[in-house]
């Protein structure tokens, strides 16, 4: 009886223990529902990661491409201001002849994309209330008052370009203003068409036809200032990015917004992509999503070398001598800088020698010195573009990388023109000098009452080749040298070899006698000589200790 109660007791215990492998499947269901969690979890926050990474992504390539829109608004002035001054430079030359100023301002006036103005108008400053003196075109929007005649004035009392928004009923226009000479009696005026409701559409298949904008006059975002916007209503819809862009004496105020995802359809829909399938391809999400970053890089990258491209043009805002030419040079301790330009050629007809003093920072100053071959209209708007290119890149890449992209300025390629430059990158607190030369003359060093040409490796003028390389040569000043740079018409005289000149430069320049201002003139009364017979350009700089 014991043996059976015992047996019983064993079977009841085994009756109400699991069965084998019940533990197991218990286990089984845990760590699906483990795997699903850790998925959820997972693919909740590659969702998120990605979403944010596509807005990020989104939010620079617009701020990216609003720089490109800026900078193609800035190459938009030299078109505008050339023919203006050229204009107020004729009428000053030639005291208003209307038949001159028609000849010379008629092939830029018309209603097609390749005339800037709709009106162009001469107006003399002393008899303003009778109106202009000469009209090309359309009559001008703008007519005698107290407010016109105040624009005017202003326009006539500084170097650069004027503008003023004429943007009431029943004409909307844009004014455009440039005086000749300073004092000179004239000043051109010119006037754009805006579109009827100040509305306009962007060609499908345009470099900007994935965004939307609206252009304002000024800094402000009024109704009353908007010059041009491609959607009917403002505001603009979705995201948008704000960039100022300075536009003759006034600025532009820019707004602009993507039509569609700027990092292309796969970003934007890879956030759901994620959200569905992201429990049962974590790995594949992964992998999407460090493709997602590559592409970023990529498109950053691409992005990036279009900013350069088109950034190296910002500064395009003036085309003849007198306005490209800097209005005072900077003021550098322990240093002293001079420059002149004189012309050569007797009127108004325009060249292509040019200087700059560039502050790189506080420790480094780049020196140039250029010449485009040729005279006119043509070689002063390559002149400009090439200076203004230099003017932004020297910020952001020394000369031998610059230099080879202003081969394809458009201007220097349309005129088939050739420039010679010799940039000097200066190191002042240790006197060290990096030469790159792309086709110029080697500037002079002097010190101690020697002379010395700093021979360096001249690469082909800019125009010459369309991928050209240039490589820099280092150079070291002694205390109180002077280094001057110039143009072949200081030295160059008809019937003489160029060393003559050179030599006759080198035996001047060592008389250190006074300022560098007053070393730069006698140079210039010296070596230059009575009649002649091209442009000249001096520039230079005096280590003080």
């Known amino acids: 009886m014991a043996a059976h109660s015992n047996d019983a007791e064993q079977r009841e215990d085994e009756g109400n223990s699991p069965p084998p492998g019940h533990l197991s499947r218990r286990w089984l269901y845990r760590w699906p529902l483990l795997v699903a969690l850790v998925g959820v979890l997972a693919t909740v926050g590659l969702t998120l990661a990605a979403a944010a990474l596509n807005s990020s992504n989104e939010h620079r390539l617009l701020s990216l491409r609003a720089k490109e829109v800026a900078a193609a608004l800035a190459s938009a002035l030299p078109p505008i201001q050339t023919p203006l001054a050229s204009a107020a430079a004729l009428a000053d030359a030639t005291d208003g002849s209307r038949a001159r100023f028609q000849r010379l301002i008629s092939p830029y006036v ?6 800037p103005f709709v009106s162009v108008s001469l107006w003399r400053l002393d008899r303003l209330d009778r109106g202009p003196t000469a009209v090309v075109g359309l009559p001008p929007a703008l007519v005698p008052s107290p407010t016109a005649a105040r624009f005017l004035r202003q326009a006539a009392s500084r170097s650069g370009l004027s503008v003023i928004g004429l943007l009431g009923d029943p004409l909307h226009r844009i004014g455009y203003a440039f005086s000749g000479a300073a004092g000179g009696p004239f000043v051109a005026y010119g006037e754009g068409a805006l579109p009827r409701r100040r509305y306009t559409t962007i060609p499908p298949g345009s470099a900007y036809s994935d965004l939307d904008f609206a252009l304002y006059l000024g800094r402000s975002t009024s109704p ?43 970003p934007q829909s890879l956030p759901w992509a994620i959200g569905i399938v992201g429990a049962l391809l ?18 950053l990258g691409l992005a990036e070398e279009n900013r350069q491209l088109y950034a190296e043009q910002r500064d395009i805002s003036q085309t003849l001598q007198h306005a490209l030419l800097p209005e005072a040079l900077p003021q550098l301790a322990g240093v002293e800088l001079g420059a002149r330009y004189e012309a050569g050629v007797k009127g108004i007809d325009i060249g292509g020698d040019w200087y700059d003093l560039i502050p790189i920072d506080d420790e480094r100053l780049l020196l140039v010195v250029g010449d485009v071959s040729g005279r006119g209209l043509r070689a002063a708007t390559a002149m400009a573009a090439l200076r203004f290119a230099i003017h932004y890149a020297a910020r952001e890449q020394p000369p031998e990388l610059f230099l080879p992209k202003l081969a394809s300025v458009p201007e220097l390629r349309a005129g088939g023109q050739l420039a010679t430059v010799m940039c000097a990158l200066i190191h002042l607190p240790t006197r060290g000098i990096t030469l790159t030369n792309a086709g110029h003359l080697p500037p002079l060093l002097v010190v101690d009452g020697r002379g010395e040409f700093l021979r360096a490796d001249v690469g082909v003028p800019l125009g010459v080749d369309a991928h050209p390389r240039y490589r820099p040569s280092t150079f070291s000043a002694p205390e109180g040298a002077t280094l001057l740079g110039f143009t072949d018409g200081l030295v160059e005289r008809r019937g003489e070899v160029i060393d003559e000149g050179l030599e006759r430069l080198r035996r001047a320049a060592v008389d250190g006698r006074g300022s560098l201002e007053e070393l730069i003139g006698r140079v210039l009364a010296d070596v230059r000589g009575g009649d002649p017979g091209d442009d000249t350009v001096v520039a230079g700089i005096r280590w003080l200790s």
């Open 224 to 266: 009353s200032d908007l010059l041009l916007r491609t959607v009917r209503k403002l505001p603009l819809p979705g995201r948008t990015a704000r960039v100022r862009v300075p536009f003759g004496d006034q600025e532009l105020t820019v707004l602009v917004s993507p039509r569609r995802a700027l990092g292309g359809s796969l």
């Open 110 to 115: 018309g209603h097609t994309a390749r005339t």
């Open 282 to 299: 974590t790995a594949g999400a992964v992998m999407l999503t460090a493709g997602l970053a590559r592409g970023r890089r990529r498109a």
